[in-house]
């Protein structure tokens, strides 16, 4: 029954989340000028007036990083980088964050400098606005959040102001490939591995043996000449006699 209702809250949550972005980009540039406010009227009573200006000006930065993570750009950057913000974790980061600078923009209020004389009406509405609409907005987004998220197919808030009535469907696409490509490469991964150093010989097509072949380097020619000379006249040590000395040339010469 819930499963059925979240399914029919998706296509009018495309809609509603949407607007929902708008109101928040709204909130987000409200607090950045509130904080530029209390960063110019900033009193400079002490020396210690730098740690609030630092203060206002990392609110300023979240702010802003806030805001981005809210625009439908560098959606894999915030998938990869900061999931938290992403689209498979819903709205429950920001909400938070929204009532953290709501509450603290509030609070900024609480000092001398940023009074209602102080300030003018003008500004001091726009720090009030600004504290205000961020406390309930983050409540409108945790609310919003489990409104239009499904944990069981694992579609959040984010992926219906995505895709609609469609999220659904989309989402159990991406699952089933994500899936078959893990058994694939797990497949992989038990397949027996076959190394170039391993202890196996291979028998070849010509006949070769498995033992190794000790081959000889190439012999010179002209040394090769000369040890076949040589051996018409001179035996080794086998038992063979060497050639008879009357056939030397002094001899035959008569110099003996």
Known sequence: ??????????????????????????????????????????????????????????????????????????????????????????????????????????????????SQEELGLTFWRIIISAGILALVVS??????????????????????RVYGAVAPQKIASRTGSQRSFQLSYKREETLPSYSTSSPIRRSSTTGSSRFPVKISPPQNPMRMASNAASSKYSRDSTGLTMPDIAHHPALQSGHI
């Open 139 to 160: 409540v409108i987004n945790a609310a919003a959040n489990f409104a239009f998220a499904d944990r069981d197919i694992g579609v959040s808030a984010r992926h219906v």
């Open 1 to 114: 029954m819930m499963a059925s209702l979240k399914e029919s809250l998706a296509g009018p949550g495309y809609v509603i989340l949407n607007a929902l972005r708008v109101i928040n980009i709204i909130v987000f540039l409200d607090m950045v000028a509130a904080h530029i406010v209390m960063l110019i009227k900033i009193d400079l009573l002490t020396d210690f007036f730098f740690f609030q200006a630092v203060s206002h000006a990392v609110a300023i930065g979240i702010c802003l990083f806030l805001l981005v993570s809210e625009l439908p750009f560098f959606r894999n950057y915030f998938d990869r980088h900061w999931p938290s913000l992403g689209e498979d974790s819903g709205f429950l980061t920001l909400a938070f964050a929204m009532l953290i600078l709501g509450i603290g923009a509030l609070g900024d209020l609480n000092t001398p400098a940023t």
